[in-house]
């Protein structure tokens, strides 16, 4: 296991103080629940978004927390969901007079916390509702998941409740939008390797090299099938058809295009993924208005890439392009 | 090797495609010259300011393509310099009244094609100028290079110069300019596991699980040594004190601070990095006034990661401060 790491037990907290700690302006840490949030946080006029998953998907969720985007994250161990606990202290912490909204990926670990913080939070006269994400096209139901599994179509979730929470839309409005840009984006994924979490020291599964897992899920959950490795052009269009067919998106459809990588593949690659994805799109006739080449959710240092569209409507589109804050520095 | 990419020739064109079809109204190509340049150059109110080095370490250079960082770029193959004509066309097509500056890294190869480059464009009369960035403190003389390696530091030469151009800054101001960044940034890397260049097909080195190579290049260069895998701190400590050492940075200095991923290490494990170099430059004395945690310079799919640590003085800081466009979408 040849990675960065002190004691496998720190590891999350490790990151979340350093996080904190290269954004001192902005950021605070209240290490009893890997809370991680916005300085200026709950405010009067925004309704609080916030999130709490599995660590070792970095930058989800945890440093997407600033303006425009997240207003505070509690995740938990790596591939594991927060503790009840962490839940309902983020939505306690968080709750101003416009109430709070939690974001949970389709899986049973994060449902459950997030559901019994809600039920508490409720019962103190909390104004707090979550929506879903489920954007995984790949399989339905799986290792941790019944129904499909929430996976780098989350970004766009964040960035468009970031955006419309600071506008000042209200929780009810939040939730039909949530709901609207769930409903609107899919994903798929592939691996190209496995990866270890710090704590449990080996691959959390085996693969050879010449192989791939198509569909695989963003803890290695299998997906449709073991392969052997195709061209970086075959692969994107195995993804494309089939995140493209499942809308459907149609031609004239305006949409949004991100290939995500799974931490352990170089950007170079993702170029050259986005190439041909792109040409798919064209053939296709949908117009791609905005792209995302980077990573954006990842499992750990997996190679591996996700295919996301998003079907755009003028609504969420301005929210696309509405300014934000993260805490990761490109230039 | 678990790698995407088509044809292995064609690995760096179709990362180039990628990126400058991701980036249509902003960025254009001459395949002929693997060119990625800006649409709006050259400009006659600015020097040009141009790099082309080996490919594999994406972002750089051909990712910091955008206003206020290069002009253009005119990357070789992976790990390989660009051929002189790359470099000649390069230097000739950005070329407008103010003139080009081109910035090159400490290899050899990289050094042998642009100063032949530069020689033939002053022969036409272009006015052309260069600067070297040889930041990599842990060995002096390596595999491609007599003297240091110009490693991720570069990234911080790229900033100044892109935004000092935009502000009208005339050739000889901007040579004696990067030449004062040079002198203030200095780097040391650290390699948890080998990459694979595609063409290459095996890895460009062998080290094994438990391992690390405390110093390395940036192309897999040997550094001082082998050793076992130490902890994060520990790890971080060594690079840290040689880093600072060696300038040396001193107590009350202003400093910006980057922790850089390799290529195939987490941005998670790159905040565990930072914390303890946060808390070593505190001990120092040092104040950090910015800090870059993420990729800048990789080595393809390399676990690994490199702490630089820049001085700065007024102007510089202002022009780290400057606004800049990158290809790269953080949300």
């Known amino acids: 296991m040849n990675k960065f790491f002190n004691d496998p037990n720190n590891f999350v907290p490790e990151m979340c103080e350093g996080l904190v700690m290269a954004n001192p302006d902005t ?39 600033g303006r425009g985007m997240l207003d505070a994250a509690c995740p938990g161990n790596v591939f594991a969901a927060p503790p009840v606990d962490f839940c309902y202290e983020c939505i306690k912490r968080t709750n101003g ?26 019962a103190e006269g909390i104004n707090v509702k979550g929506i879903m994400v489920d ?12 129904g499909r599994r929430g996976v780098a179509g989350n970004f766009f979730v964040i960035k468009a409740l970031g955006a419309a929470s600071e506008n000042g839309a209200d929780l009810d409005a939040l939730v039909t939008l949530g709901k609207k840009v769930n409903d609107n984006v899919r994903s798929m994924g592939v691996a190209l390797t496995s990866c270890t979490p710090p704590a449990k020291g080996s691959p959390i599964f085996d693969i ?7 569909g695989v899920g963003i803890h290695g959950e299998p997906g449709r099938r073991r392969d052997t490795l195709k061209s970086a052009d075959d692969i994107v269009t195995e993804l494309f ?7 459907p998106f149609q031609k004239g459809d305006r949409v949004a295009l991100m290939i995500n990588g799974l931490g352990g593949t170089p950007i170079s690659e993702l170029y050259i ?23 954006y959710c990842t499992s750990l240092e997996m ?25 990761i520095r490109v230039f």
């Open 273 to 295: 993924l986005y190439r041909k994805a792109a040409q798919l799109a064209e053939e296709r006739g949908l117009v791609v208005v905005r792209n995302y080449v980077n990573e």
């Open 208 to 214: 050879s090299d010449g192989e791939m897992e198509m």
């Open 27 to 65: 950021l605070s840490y209240v290490p009893e629940f890997n809370m991680v949030y916005r300085k200026d946080m709950p405010s009067d006029d925004k309704v609080s978004i916030i999130q709490g998953s599995g660590s070792g998907h970095e930058p989800a969720h945890v440093m997407a927390v």
């Open 241 to 247: 058809t089939n995140v493209a067919d499942d809308l």
């Open 303 to 327: 190679a591996g890439a996700s295919l996301t569209l998003l079907k755009l409507d003028e609504e969420i589109e301005a929210l696309l392009d509405a300014p934000a804050e993260v805490p």
């Open 135 to 146: 954007d995984d096209v790949s399989v339905k139901d799986s290792t941790h998941t019944i």
């Open 97 to 122: 007079p416009k109430g709070v909204l939690f974001i949970v990926n389709n899986y049973q670990g994060d449902r459950m916390a997030w559901e019994m913080a809600e039920e508490m939070a409720l």
